[in-house]
Structure formats: C-alpha cells, structure tokens
C-alpha cells in the first residue's frame, strides 16, 4: 500500500484546536524545537479500519515512584493518539478534544507503554474513543476514555493528507534529535509554587498549533498540582493514579494556573482532588478531578 | 425527541424526593442550584450512607436540571458524568445522613454545558464532586414547564409500596448467573420525561455490575464490603426496551482499589451497547 490520499493527517497537536480562523499561512512552524509532544518520543501505526496503534517509551524522566509512566506523560500519548483516531472517525468533518479520563494501573517498571485505541461511539455531534493501556505490549497498565466535539471541518484543515503506510512510525521528526535529559515537568517550566499550585508560561513547547495550551498540559497541571497537595498531606512520594479532565476554554493567556483542593478529607494512602486551571486573566479553562495514592 | 409528562411526575425522582432550589432571580446565564436530599431508610445502607449507584441518580438530576435551565428553550441530554467520593467519607460517620448538592454551570456553549456538583453532608464536610456533560437538544414539544427561579416543590408520591423498597428492588435488578452480571427490567417509573431509562437507573445497574465482580458473588443488592469510589459513566445510546444488562470485567487493582469496566446494553434493542464506564471499587476492611 502506499500512501493514500485522505482526509486526515498525522496530527502533530492536541485536537484541541477550535475552529477558528487563523490561517495556516499565518501561523509560526509547528511544532516548535523541544515541544512537549516531541520530547516523549511516542511512536504510532494506524490499520486500514482507522485504529491505531501507539508507544511511549518510559524513562526515568517520566516515571512515577511505582514505575509507570505518569499520568502527565501518559495524558500526551492518549491525546495524540485519540486524535489521530478522531480524524478518520469524524471524517469529513472535524473533531476535538472535550474530555480525558485516564486511570492508570501498577504496572510498573516498565520500559514501553502501549495503547491500542478504539471507537466507541461516533454520533452526529460527539465521539467516543477509549484507550486500552498496556505495559511492555503484555500487562494491563491502565485505560483511557475520551470524548470529543464533532464540528465542521475548519477552512485551513479541507486539503490534508495522512501516511497509512503499514508500520510504526515516529509521531513527530523532532523526536528523532531532541531526546528528553531532564525530568520532563521541568522541561516545560511547570513550576509548583506552593503545594496545590502549579503554574505554567505559555511559552511555544506548550502550545498547541493555534497558541493556546496543548491539551495533555493541562494534564501536567492537573497531575502535578494533585500530586504536590497529596505529597503535602501524606509526607510521602505518591502517584497520580488516576484523572477526569473537562477542557472548558483555549488557554490563550498566561502564565496557566492550577489550583488543587482535596475532595473530603485523606484516607491513610489516598488523596482525591479537584482542580481549576485558569489563564492569566483568571478564566476558568479547565476542570479536573484526580486521585492520587501515597506510595 | 418528545416529552410525555411533568417533572414532578419523574419515577426516579418521587423515589429520591430529593428538593432543588434556583440560586439567584433565575436570570444568570450560567444557573447555580442547590438540591437537599433528606434520605430515607430505604434508601441508605447499613451504615446511613448513600451509595454511588443512588449518590449517581442525584447527581445527573440536579446536574441534568440546572443544564437544561442554562440551555433553555432548548433542553439537554446527558453525555457523560464523571464522579469522585471523598476518601475519608468512604466508612465511618462522614458522609452518612442528609445532603446537600450545590451545582454551578461551568460552560454553555453552543452544543454542549458543562455542569459541576459538589456533594457536602449535614456537617459542611465534602462527600463526593463531580462534573458532567450534556448535549443540547431541541426538544419537539418544548423544554420542560419550569418558573424561574426554580423552587422546591412537593412531589406526589404514589401509593405504592415500591417507592419505600431498597434500590435493587425499586430499579427492577436481578443478578446473573456469574459475578459481575446485573440486568434491570424496564419500568415506567424508571423512564424519564422522553420516555428513555433514566440515566440515573444506568448507574444504578452498572454500579451493582462492579461491585458483584469485586466481590466476588452474583448479586444485585447492597454490598457493605465494597463501594465505588470513583465513576467515569458515558452514555451512548437511549435504553428503551431492556431488560437492561451491565456486564463489569476487570483490568487489575491497586490495593484495595480494582479498576472496573462495565458495559451496558439494551438487550430489546439489539443489544445496542448503551453507556460505558470505568469505575474504581474500593474493597472495604
């Protein structure tokens, strides 16, 4: 088979995208040197049905306490993967990012997480994709439910094309010369001010194809914002084990900011949150609930 | 879509009896409501707790209603619900006897609302948050008659000994032949006001479905050595026809904590697969 024409491309961006009206020819080159996609190295196949398939390799640099990947991590290889799914699924139109929930298993170490994603459900306005997770292509290591909003196709999206050549590829060239040497939160400058508050600049390695903020970094927020609070109330090195995010607006303004609150009080070993992200101009942008288990 | 009948005439409400008052002159763009849910002992457990399959049912009320105000003159239909219960209300004295559910709308945008619920006890002290999303439709005969601002009003209930029953006998619940199989009879008292199963009556069933599997019996009743902790419920098509079957499998456990996926399908309609979710159900000492 060789490459065909189609109405999908392999997404470089979160599908968080609006429809919006900045054209193409506008826009800076995307993605930008060391972005937050590009650094996971995430690898992907797509078969003819339109599933797809996708890694991540975990490294020290985005392992938890137990070994698996976190959550942060795990949110970017869903996100991309769900909406490389959401472009044949909503063909012809469009789709973005409404929702992500992610729970995640003690499957660790590991060296791959993979994710094998499938349709659930395609109707005239919404679809449904969900993630089964797996550890080193054997262990179950977790799953993913996504929703997303099926909208007409923006102008500057009609005239696109997709790789379906069997076999697994790179998600991003980037990837292939901007290997990730630090821990990968620090990397994006997500800085925790105080426990249960993370905050981050809208700098270009965040940002999603129309400068707003890249769908899996609201995840980042949620997760390290959840994780700082129960760190602070348990004394202990924990884990974000699991997370509903609700994508409410385009993080257009900086510095974003997350505030987490814990839901009740802790258990012995559990933290449950809820989290507000807003922009610099206080807006709420996103809204999250997460769990985060003491380690 | 077509309404048959009067909010107040709502089966799954006259059970739960559940008062919601309208925050404001009921003129804000994005509504703000408060639900009180005084309880009855039919509807609690052993130890005065309401359980997720019930705390679910209050939720996607409250939260369906104050969507729909935010959307009027159209009207909603719930897409997904997301529910997190607070670790320490799980045992003890936290969390047992009235509630109060207060619900804010987070977002109205043109097709979709996304509405967030946070569930206090008598105490103030916070039992369970949760966040939900509805599709806005255009209903063919109209939104449901509400004067704004909403006020509680009494509900009728009818004289019939099921609305003082335990919930797997009021929502119709059989057990299967295996552990993590629970099928629901349709009823009318469990249709809403287009005439669908009421989401709520999804959760119930798919709750019993996790809760058996973790346990380890076929059951359909309460389990006071396991509870869900956590729900991530999308609804994908309207149960009309039943019986209603949830079949829960599961993907692993971290401690006490067992990831559980929970399917749902309307055997009368093809079996057509009507809600998905995941669940976290706690085993409990």
Not at chain 1, 2 to 21: C, F, M, Q, R, W
Not at chain 1, 34 to 51: K, T, V
Not at chain 2, 217 to 235: K, Q, S
Request: glycine share 8%.
């Amino acid at each position: 088979m060789t490459n065909e024409k189609t109405t999908a491309l392999s997404p470089i961006d979160s599908p968080l995208v609006a429809s919006d009206d900045v054209p193409a020819n506008s826009r800076p080159a995307y993605p930008p040197p060391r972005h937050a996609m590009s650094l996971l190295a995430l690898e992907s196949e797509q078969d003819l049905s339109g599933d797809v398939r996708g890694w991540m390799p975990v490294t020290r640099y985005t392992a938890a306490a137990d070994g698996m990947p976190r959550l942060a991590a795990v949110a970017m290889l869903v996100d991309a993967l769900g909406g490389l799914r959401s472009i044949t699924a909503s063909d012809p139109e469009w789709a973005f990012t409404a929702d992500m929930s992610i729970h995640l298993l003690p499957a660790g170490p590991i060296e791959v997480l993979q994710a094998d994603l499938h349709v659930r459900r395609r109707g005239r306005r919404t679809l449904v994709i969900e993630a089964e997770l797996l550890a080193d292509g054997e262990r179950p290591a977790g799953s993913a439910l996504l929703t997303f909003a099926v909208v007409p196709r923006p102008e500057h999206l009609v005239n696109i094309t997709i790789d379906m050549t069997p076999g697994r590829r790179m998600m991003n060239r980037n990837s292939e010369h901007e290997p990730l040497t630090t821990d990968y939160l620090d990397e994006l400058q997500l800085l925790v001010t105080e426990p249960g508050n993370a905050t981050i600049e809208l700098h270009p390695a965040v940002c999603n194809t129309v400068g707003a903020l890249h769908g899996a970094v609201h995840a980042s927020l949620v997760d390290e914002a959840s994780a700082s609070l129960a760190r602070s109330l348990l004394g202990c090195d924990v884990v974000t084990t699991d997370m509903h995010l609700a994508y409410l607006e385009l993080g257009r303004v900086g510095p974003l900011s997350a505030t987490a609150t814990s839901v009740g009080g802790p258990s012995s070993d559990r933290v449950s949150t809820l989290v507000e992200i807003r922009d610099g101009n206080g807006m709420l942008v996103s809204y999250a609930t997460a769990e985060v288990s003491g380690q | 879509m077509s309404g048959f009948g009067s909010p107040a005439d709502i089966g799954v409400a006259q059970y739960l009896l559940m008062t919601i008052e309208e925050i404001g002159d009921g003129t804000a763009a994005l509504p703000h409501t408060r639900g009180h849910f005084p309880g009855a002992p039919n509807t609690f457990d052993a130890g005065g707790r309401l359980g997720t399959d019930l705390l679910t049912c209050i939720i996607d009320s409250i939260g369906g209603m104050t969507s729909g105000l935010a959307s009027l003159p159209d009207w909603i239909v719930t897409t997904n619900l997301m529910i997190r219960r607070a670790p320490d209300s799980l045992t003890g004295s936290h969390g047992t006897g009235e509630l109060t559910l207060d619900t804010h709308v987070l977002r109205r945008g043109r097709s979709s609302v996304v509405t967030r619920i946070d569930t206090t006890d008598a105490s103030g002290a916070m039992v369970a948050t949760a966040w939900m999303s509805c599709a806005i439709l255009t209903p063919a005969n109209g939104p449901p008659p509400f004067n704004r601002p909403v006020k509680p009003f009494d509900r009728a209930v009818p004289n019939d000994p099921i609305f003082d029953t335990p919930p797997h006998e009021f929502f119709n619940l059989s057990a299967g032949s295996t552990p993590g199989v629970v099928s629901l009879t349709v009823d009318q008292r469990l249709r809403n006001p287009w005439g669908i199963l009421h989401g709520g009556a999804s959760a119930v069933v798919l709750d019993a479905a996790a809760r058996s599997l973790v346990v380890g019996r076929p059951t359909a009743e309460a389990t006071p050595e396991a509870i869900v902790t956590d729900l991530a419920v999308h609804y994908l098509s309207p149960g009309r026809v039943g019986p209603i079957v949830a079949s829960a499998t599961t993907t692993g456990h971290r401690g006490r904590d067992h990831l559980v996926r929970v399917e749902v399908r309307d055997q009368g309609s093809d079996n057509r697969l009507m809600a998905l979710a995941m669940t976290t159900v706690r085993s409990l000492d």
